[in-house]
């Protein structure tokens, strides 16, 4: 038997298989409670639901437009003006892909070459690094310590070099639950300008936050021009399914996105789209501030019940995540203790190793997501204790 190495790719060999979809599988075979894979349980609004109904009746079962159906164009246009002042051009500065995980892959494979690095935060999210391994670059990984995770400029400035492309942003922050402050995002605009460097800033959580506010890194000084925003429908409106995914950046970045993007998938779902482009213009910032609102209940939930079962974790600002410590109810290393807890104590995580180049930064953490309903985060609370007062 020849070794699957010689039959397959070397640019697929340092991959691992994402430790967050497979800990939905484990989750399924033991009837857990998946607080792994970030997904809500809970329905979309009625009104997109209808909207996608509507247009697949009405025959917009072909192609899009490639980089997106115009009214998706126009209504996220008018979304970034009256949310962040943002003036974006709806036929020459937006890209709709599927999914923000495409959208950051077609970023990476237009935008940088082979050999430059691209500057990653961790604990990361884990598409970014084989992103840019894909794209041929090399991910210089910029670590923020627990537990406030802030960023220190002078370990970012510490990181350029030469070869330095890009910087990934990812704020409200999947899995630390940071939402960058001001002053970080000035820091890291501030690199950015003096450097030559363009921010890539997944901001898919834009809508889902707790204190201060979501600040996009486009609308810093000088940084319209050198930021590609990434954004969509997933999370927002309760449809990751769907896949649709919003890039924003200028019109020369822009031509190549769309180029890449067109190779790879040819276009997003198009009555998808026209049902999130009625959804935005139909639901305003009502909408958001009232989803806001109901994240933070189920912040609190868990939060709570995780603190109670002794878990040391701080609530997040922003995003559906807490990550915890369980270092005082198991000395387990994290991928053994999130089995345990899904076989043993019915709840699943994501093991906090696999956001962290250095697996032994995350040896004592889980991530959980609470973007379940509250019922069944109390009864995953319930769970919790339980397992905790049975010692591990
Ligand atoms: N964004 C979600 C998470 O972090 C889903 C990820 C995924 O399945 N790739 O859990």
Same mark, same amino acid.
């Given at each position: 038997?020849?070794? &699957? ?14 430790? +967050? ?6 989750? $399924? ?56 002042? #943002? ?21 990476? #494979? ?39 995770? $802030?960023?220190? &400029? ?26 960058? =402050?001001?002053?970080? !995002?000035?820091?890291? /605009?501030?690199?950015?300008? $003096? ?19 979501? !600040?996009? #890194? ?28 919003? +890039? ?42 009232? !989803? /806001? ?19 040391? /974790? ?54 959980? /997501?609470?973007?379940? =309903? ?15 007062? &049975?010692? =591990?």
């Amino acid at each position: 038997m020849i070794d &699957a190495k010689e039959r397959t790719a070397r640019r697929t060999h340092g991959f691992t298989e994402s430790v +967050i979809r497979e800990m939905s599988r484990v989750a $399924r075979s033991a009837d857990a409670i998946n607080l792994g894979q970030g997904f809500p349980d809970f329905p979309a609004p009625d009104v997109i639901k209808e909207a996608a109904c509507r247009a697949i009746r009405e025959d917009v079962n072909q192609y899009a437009v490639t980089w997106g159906t115009p009214s998706l164009r126009m209504a996220l246009a008018k979304k970034y003006q009256d949310s962040y002042g #943002l003036d974006v051009d709806p036929e020459t500065e937006i890209t709709v892909t599927c999914g923000a995980t495409e959208a950051m892959a077609a970023i990476m #494979l237009s935008l940088v070459n082979p050999d430059d690095e691209v500057i990653v935060f961790e604990p990361f999210y884990e598409n970014y690094g084989p992103d840019a391994t894909l794209s041929g670059a090399k991910p210089v990984f910029l670590p923020l310590s627990a537990p406030d995770f $802030r960023l220190d &400029a002078t370990e970012l400035e510490a990181r350029v070099t030469e070869r330095t492309r890009a910087i990934i942003v990812n704020t409200p922050n999947n899995p630390t639950g940071r939402v960058f =402050s001001r002053e970080e !995002l000035e820091a890291i /605009a501030d690199v950015c300008r $003096r450097r030559d460097l363009i921010a890539f800033t997944d901001e898919i959580y834009e809508h889902i936050y707790y204190d201060g506010e979501h !600040l996009p #890194l486009a609308t810093f000084d000088g940084m319209r021009d050198r930021t590609v925003t990434i954004s969509g429908a997933s999370k927002t409106f309760a449809i990751t399914g769907w896949r649709i995914g919003t +890039i924003v950046a200028p019109p020369d970045l822009t031509g190549a996105i769309r180029k890449v993007h067109d190779f790879l998938t040819v276009g997003a779902p198009a009555p998808l789209q026209e049902a999130c482009a009625h959804a935005m213009t139909v639901l305003g910032r009502e909408y958001y501030d009232g !989803l /806001a609102e109901e994240y933070r209940e189920r912040r609190e939930v868990l939060h709570q019940a995780l603190t109670e079962a002794g878990f040391d /974790a701080v609530k997040p600002e922003g995003a559906y995540y807490i990550m915890a410590d369980f270092s005082a109810l198991s000395d387990m290393d994290d991928d053994t203790f999130a089995r345990h807890l899904t076989t043993e104590g019915g709840v699943a995580s994501v093991p906090g190793s696999s956001f962290f180049s250095d697996r032994v930064r995350g040896s004592s953490l889980v991530r959980f /997501a609470f973007c379940k =309903s509250l019922g069944k985060l109390e009864e995953a609370g319930e769970r919790l204790r339980r397992y905790a007062s &049975a010692g =591990s």
